[in-house]
């Protein structure tokens, strides 16, 4: 079995990341621009809204397989997922986290709060990180389905936008603008009979279910 990233991870690292259009240096002296993205980024590069959504997808598809090659040993359930893949989006792996995958999963979740330290330093940024990566980690909820608010036609806001990422993400062609319009209806549709689900363009427990893996 392979996970997806579900909203609450995708929320944290959009949260810590920020998304800046122009590039800049990190804190660690790398450059960088959209949503924390590194790979090939020079001085003075900017980048539209959409390339900044388009480097997130592709950088979180390459971080939940970090997080998917230990699936097998955890069985990692979705809120755990979520956090990891936020962790490895910022370290870059989960290799020294898990030590290779011989720590407990007791202990993976302890050691979270260890990695605050950029050169050396220990930033209050990271730290925040830190704890709420762990902090969702360590939440009863196994999928955080629960905690969904249900959308339809008509919705706007934080959780509309979240769903039309999480969408985009797999392939469905709209904009992320945070409006439940007929765009996004027809995406969640067309999602739902993918999945042999309910078709009624309703978010519900069964398609935020479906989203999250």
Sequence with gaps: MKLRTGQAGLTLIRQFEGCRLTAYKCPAGVWTIGYGHTGGVIPGQQ????????????????????????????QWKQNEFDALVSFAYNVGSIEQLTANGT?????VG?????????AGKELAGLTKRRKAEQKLFLSESSSGVGTYPVLKK????TAVKELQQ??????????????????????VR??????K?????????????????
């Design 154 to 157: 008509g919705s706007r806001g």
């Design 110 to 118: 302890k050691k979270i709060l260890l990695y605050n330290k950029a």
């Design 190 to 195: 067309t999602f739902q009979a993918d999945c």
């Design 47 to 74: 980048i539209t809204q959409e390339q900044a959504d388009r480097m997130l997808v592709e950088d979180v598809e390459k971080y939940e397989k970090k997080v998917n090659k230990y699936y097998d040993k955890y």
């Design 166 to 187: 999480q969408l985009k993400m797999r392939g469905y062609d709209l904009i992320c603008d945070g409006i439940f319009g007929n765009e996004t209806g027809k995406a």
């Design 103 to 107: 720590r407990s999963k007791e202990a």
């Design 197 to 213: 689900i309910t078709v009624d363009g309703i978010v519900g427990k069964d398609t935020w279910n479906k989203l999250n893996g």
